[in-house]
């Protein structure tokens, strides 16, 4: 309109034009009509209710490995699991008291050997392990193995929960190797 050479707009016309098409650009650009979070998928809020835990599951690292910087594996990563029947997602531990314990060699199902060391977490130590993800909730450890006495070619490691009445609920135990 502006650089039409037959006919010339007055100056106002022009002034007029480019006056209101920046009052719409500064006015509009911080406009919002729909809230902040418009056209998003809203997650559902994952709600694990009361009850008791039923059974917990653990995973840990396939091998140990080294995390002070000295010769030989000292450390591994578990995870654990509570399950509650009546939940499709595992829940978090709201009482109780959560160990996990290594025992040298192959898997220690009777619990009849001595353990080689244990771990115990409960309240808020166990509280700021708990990781909250889509799959529902789970506790994150890396657990640092005493090498006071040679570790063995594998480890067996147990998880158990006990319940704030005396119940106990063991993970199945597994089966880690040593690797030098």
């Known amino acids: 309109m502006c650089g039409d050479r037959r006919k010339k707009p007055s100056v106002s016309i022009c002034a007029g034009l480019v006056l ?3 009052w719409i650009a500064v006015t509009g650009v911080g406009c919002r009509t729909q809230g902040f979070d418009a ?3 809203q ?13 917990i599951r653990l995973f840990t690292s396939p091998v140990l490995f080294n ?3 000295e010769p030989g594996p000292d450390a591994f990563k578990a995870r654990v699991y509570a399950v509650r029947d009546s939940v499709p997602k595992p829940v ?17 199902r009777d619990q009849q ?5 244990v771990w115990s977490f409960s309240g808020l130590v166990l509280d700021r392990h708990r990781i909250q993800t889509s799959i529902g909730y789970s506790y994150d450890f890396t657990l640092e193995i ?8 594998k480890v067996s490691v147990v998880a158990k929960f006990t319940q704030p009445d005396g119940v106990l609920i063991f993970a199945k135990p597994v089966s880690i ?3 030098p």
């Open 43 to 55: 997650p559902k809020v994952f709600d694990p209710g009361e009850g008791p835990v039923n059974s």
């Open 20 to 22: 209101g098409l920046s």
């Open 146 to 153: 005493d090498k006071s006495k040679p570790l063995p070619d």
């Open 92 to 108: 978090p531990f709201t009482e109780g008291t959560l160990e996990i314990i290594i025992f040298d060699e192959a898997s220690n």
């Open 113 to 117: 050997d001595p353990p080689r060391q």
């Open 177 to 179: 190797t040593v690797e």
């Open 67 to 69: 995390l002070d910087g």
């Open 39 to 41: 056209g998003r998928v």
